[in-house]
Nanobody, 116 residues
């Protein structure tokens, strides 16, 4: 299983970006997909997740600004980021937790930089 993250870039504060994470390979129907981020000098932390039923969960810092979604037919997950702030600057990683096979997979990360 491989995850390919894309969509990062440089944006001004208040702007928007959409991150994508394409999953190749076979994963169980029972899974949780999520986004994490790691700012310079800080630990990686969760941003949002969505399970195979569509149930979502967000970190308080992004609630109301970010939206996670998935397209099962395309095996792709998205993170729509609106109202970006400089503190959202980080490398964003996508993750898939294959509950059925007790495996965790990570993408390579995509840089998001928000200028003030």
């Amino acid at each position: 299983v491989q995850l390919q993250a894309s969509g990062g870039g440089l944006v001004q504060a208040g702007g928007s970006l959409r991150l994508s994470c394409a999953v190749s390979g076979s994963i169980s129907r029972l899974n949780v997909m999520g986004w994490h981020r790691q700012a310079a000098g800080k630990q990686r932390g969760p941003v949002a997740r969505i399970d195979s039923t569509g149930l979502t969960n967000y970190d308080d810092s992004v609630k109301g600004r970010f939206t996670i979604s998935r397209d099962s037919a395309k095996n792709t997950m998205y993170l729509h980021m609106n109202g970006l702030k400089p503190e959202d600057t980080a490398v964003y990683y996508c993750e898939v937790r294959d509950i059925g096979r007790t495996q965790v997979y990570w993408g390579q990360g995509t840089q998001v930089t928000v200028s003030s």
